[in-house]
């Protein structure tokens, strides 16, 4: 089925520790992956984003790896802030021609000071 | 430019009720995604319009459906509410493919007693 699962579904880290959320999708011709963070009360936003064509992209303290055998993408937080408190939602493009993005079920980051 | 938009941002309304929510997406984006955000099943892809045709459907039941105009602004209709639908309903607009970013609206909070 149309489906992305995320693991896990919270996480707690102290502040400067990194945070790794894991995400994996069911159609082999998935080629996009977009990542969004949303804080609390707010909409959500892109933050990164990977095509397949790409294993690794980075963004500052933000990196995204993918894994296209194993069918699997990560999200990588390095020097975590408190600001970097938030819900973080993986997507994965589904359908071929008709391209829908599926969110994962998003994970709850909590950075300790 | 002005950012995405939707009203109303909330809706209190009962079971058996219909309600129609509406959205505007940026200025030059022609489509226009729905998504239903609950706790625990984190964004669940309704529809895409684009140029007023339904591009993509999720798994609801026909009591949701929507509309595109030709100004690219989009309403959202639930018919015969039911306790389950309350959550929050979120749009989404982006230029044209699903690899460009898509930009969220802030949502429209929907409680039905």
């Known amino acids: 089925g149309e489906n992305v699962e995320q693991h896990p579904s919270t996480l707690s880290v102290q502040e400067g520790d990194s945070a790794v959320i894991k995400c994996t999708y069911s159609d082999s011709a998935s080629n996009y992956f977009p990542w969004y963070k949303q804080e609390l009360g707010k909409r959500p936003q892109l933050i990164i984003d990977?095509?397949?064509?790409?294993g690794e992209k980075k963004d500052q303290r933000i990196a995204v790896t993918l894994n296209k055998t194993a069918k699997h993408f990560s999200l990588h937080i390095t020097e975590t802030q408190p600001e970097d408190s938030a819900v973080y939602f993986c997507?994965?493009?589904?359908?071929?021609?008709?391209?829908?993005?599926?969110f994962g079920t998003g994970t709850l980051l909590a950075v300790q000071p | 430019k002005a950012g995405v938009t939707q009203t109303p941002r909330y809706l209190i309304k009962t079971r058996g009720q219909q309600v129609t929510l509406s959205c505007s997406p940026i200025s030059g984006h022609r489509s226009v995604s729905w998504y239903q955000q609950t706790p625990g099943q984190g964004l669940q892809f309704l529809f895409e319009y684009f140029s007023e045709t339904q591009r993509n459907k999720g798994n609801f039941p026909g009591r949701f459906s929507g509309r595109q105009f030709s100004n690219s602004r989009s309403e959202m209709n639930v018919s015969t509410l039911e306790l389950g639908d309350s959550a929050l309903y979120l749009c989404?607009?982006?230029?044209?493919?699903?690899?460009?970013?898509?930009?969220f609206g802030p949502g429209t909070r929907l409680l039905v007693l």
């Open positions: 997507a994965a493009v589904y359908g071929g021609a008709t391209n829908k993005l599926i």
């Open positions: 990977i095509r397949s064509n790409v």
């Open positions: 989404a607009s982006k230029l044209s493919t699903v690899f460009e970013t898509q930009y």
